[in-house]
């Protein structure tokens, strides 16, 4: 069984995989009579030829260590995971080679960071760490096949750091 620790997230090192979302650093503009900072336009969003929907997932959160048997991708479409809460969760990403995922990594993320997969990223299944699991996901609404499961031949262990 391969094992791997998660990481912080940053934008560089999650680059291969989509966009982190934060507030840091300076807001690109001051609105709202000078009292709100925007940070603006933070994710590349690709829909094909579907619309952008927000929906509220309710996921059960998990524990480390974590067994990763299946890693999932939506080839029509990005989405985003933006939490409703404070709480940090996992990100398992993967490169993809020829229609199969490799290189499985993990990611921890702090309290104020959301993701942002590009079309076509593998990853796990929303995997909040504590309750309530609340996300707004913004993704692809539309006809066609937009899920691809793959069943790892050797499972992956997320481990505690």
Known sequence: MIEISPKPLTSDVFS??????QATG????????????????CA?????????????FNATPRHLPLVVEMLE????GSQAFIPMTEHPFLVVV??????????????LT???QAVNYHKGTWHGVLTP??????FAVVDRIGSG?????????????????
């Open 26 to 41: 300076e807001p690109d503009k001051i609105i709202n009579q000078g009292l709100c900072g925007r940070f603006h336009d």
């Open 94 to 107: 993967a490169l993809d080679d020829g229609g199969k995922p490799v290189q499985v990594e993990a990611f």
């Open 110 to 112: 702090v309290p104020g």
């Open 44 to 56: 590349s969003l690709d829909f094909s030829d579907g619309l952008a929907g927000i929906s509220i």
């Open 145 to 161: 096949a937009n899920l691809d499961e793959y069943w790892l031949t050797e499972p992956v262990t997320v481990l505690l750091d």
């Open 129 to 134: 760490l504590h309750a309530p699991g609340l």
């Open 73 to 76: 991708r939506h080839p029509m």
């Open 16 to 21: 291969p995989y989509g966009d982190v979302l």
